[in-house]
């Protein structure tokens, strides 16, 4: 491409999941129903976890960060996404886009990075269950946490600035519902190499260092199980970590399916709609996965609202009471 080929643009088309205007209004439904159930079911995990103090524990500590996380992941995306769908526009502006990929990128290396931690936490209770209380301490969390999102936001802010490097000619076309920065980068005109470089080199520590870390912890668990005389001692160890593994295997196995899929069809509308499961479902689903097979979840959500429920009802009977009186006081004085 020549230089004098070369606009400073303003704006980005996002193409989105379909071309055809008549199945808008059902793309629009679906999707708000899925980011407000999203987003309500996390904010339930989040509640239930701050408010009943048996919760307080080093597995609800991170799953509260995992939902916080989710919530503002898909935020990322489909609310304008939804705005584009209403006012019938694919257009988003290039700071918009910078912006978007900017937090796109620091969400989904904090979920990996949670999600790690809740592999290492599982590890360290199955595994060293008398030094538990002592290795997994509060300042150990509360670090751990604070360090992901500190190496997330440096490395996601690395992306973007990489991103406003490069020089576009005239396609301003992504296909996708989102600014996604590998087709960002797909459209540049100027020199991509050293932005496939710190692409490919974040992807590897966002998400390969985490995974083999996910694979380690798992590993040593097996270990562990294997080595347990007791049967109902195997399965109880093994049952703390079903809600986990299904959460990483829902989150990994749909990205890879993403990027097989793409690379297998080259077709950018199936990878458009292909990234709709991890951008929108699974941020969806692991509400469901750690409230529908957790006790402590379902029991504490449980007695929440019964205990507000009873607030209501008792706040209701004191001002039907002071009115009665009122009205009592009221008769006699007439």
């Known amino acids: 491409m020549e230089p004098e080929n070369v606009t400073w643009i303003t704006e980005f088309l996002l193409l989105g999941l379909s071309e055809e205007p ?34 307080h524990s080093p597995m609800y500590f991170f799953l509260s960060n995992l939902s916080l996380v989710d919530i503002c992941f898909i935020s990322t995306a489909i609310p304008k996404m939804l705005v584009n769908l209403q006012t019938q526009s694919k257009v988003i502006t290039y700071e918009g886009c910078i912006t978007q990929i900017y937090f796109y990128i620091l969400f989904v290396g904090l979920d990996n990075l949670i999600l790690t931690m809740m592999a290492y936490d599982r590890f360290v209770a199955i595994c060293h269950p008398l030094h538990y209380t002592v290795i997994m301490n509060p300042r150990l969390c509360e670090l751990l946490v604070l360090v992901s999102w500190i190496m997330s936001s440096l490395i996601s802010l690395l992306q973007s600035l990489m991103a406003l490097r490069l020089s576009f000619c005239i396609d301003f076309e992504i296909p996708q519902f989102f ?35 996910i694979l380690y912890s798992y590993s040593k668990i097996i270990s562990c199980i294997h080595g347990m005389a007791s049967a109902q001692g195997k399965y109880k160890a093994f049952s703390t ?7 990483v ?3 990994y196995f749909t990205v890879l399916g993403v990027y097989l899929s793409s690379a ?12 709709v499961l991890y951008t929108v479902v699974t941020p969806m689903l692991n509400p469901f996965i750690y409230s529908l097979r957790n006790k402590d979840i379902k029991g504490s959500l449980k007695g929440f609202f019964v205990k507000e429920t009873t607030k209501g009802s008792i706040v209701l009977g004191l001002k039907k009471c002071t009115w009665l009186q009122k009205s009592k006081t009221q008769s006699q004085i007439l």
Do not use: K, W
């Open 264 to 275: 297998a069809t080259h077709s950018s509308q199936s990878s458009a709609i292909a990234s």
């Open 241 to 247: 970590c079903v809600s986990h593994l299904s959460v």
């Open 22 to 55: 008549e199945l808008e209004p059902f793309i629009f439904g679906i999707f708000l129903s899925m980011y407000l159930i999203t987003v309500f079911g996390n904010l339930l995990i989040i509640l239930a976890v701050s408010s009943d103090p048996r919760l």
């Open 179 to 213: 600014c996604e920065l590998n087709q960002v980068i797909q459209l540049a005109c100027s020199n991509t190499f050293l932005s496939n470089i710190v692409m490919y080199f974040s992807a590897l520590l966002l998400g390969g260092g985490p995974f083999a870390g």
């Open 249 to 251: 295997s829902l989150f």
